[in-house]
């Protein structure tokens, strides 16, 4: 799955929280100055194409949906994020992490503790 653009992943992320909805009603969403409709349009067939989004169709116009959900987007983010930065070592990752001070030694045995105790 490809990594979203910031415009992208802005307009997933209001259909994640909204749910299905209608162009009009995405850009009704923004706060002034608004993008233009015809540029939300372009990016939702897009993202449609790209397999983000599904729709269904009312007369002559088209409700958008989500086919996908964040946590399975936020999943293959992180997955693309280690192969192409870490080898696809999750192992490398976390090191690294540790070595940055991003998460400390007790948290990382927290995070053991609670993997093997199975929570």
């Given at each position: ?75 293959t983010?992180i ?31 927290e ?9």
């Open positions: 799955m490809k990594k979203l653009t910031n415009k992208e992943k802005e307009i997933m992320d209001l259909y994640w929280q909204h749910g299905p909805m209608f162009v009009r009603e995405l850009l009704e969403l923004y706060a002034e100055p608004r993008p233009h409709f015809n540029t939300l349009s372009t990016i939702v067939r897009i993202l449609e194409r790209e397999g983000f989004l599904g729709h269904k169709k009312y007369g002559n116009t088209y409700q958008y949906y989500p086919l996908i959900t964040e946590a399975e987007y936020g999943r983010s997955a693309g994020i280690v192969k192409n930065y870490f080898g696809d070592s999750y192992l490398s990752a976390v090191s690294s992490f540790v070595k940055e001070e991003k998460i400390s030694l007790e948290e990382l045995r995070l053991i503790n609670e993997i093997e105790s199975g929570e």
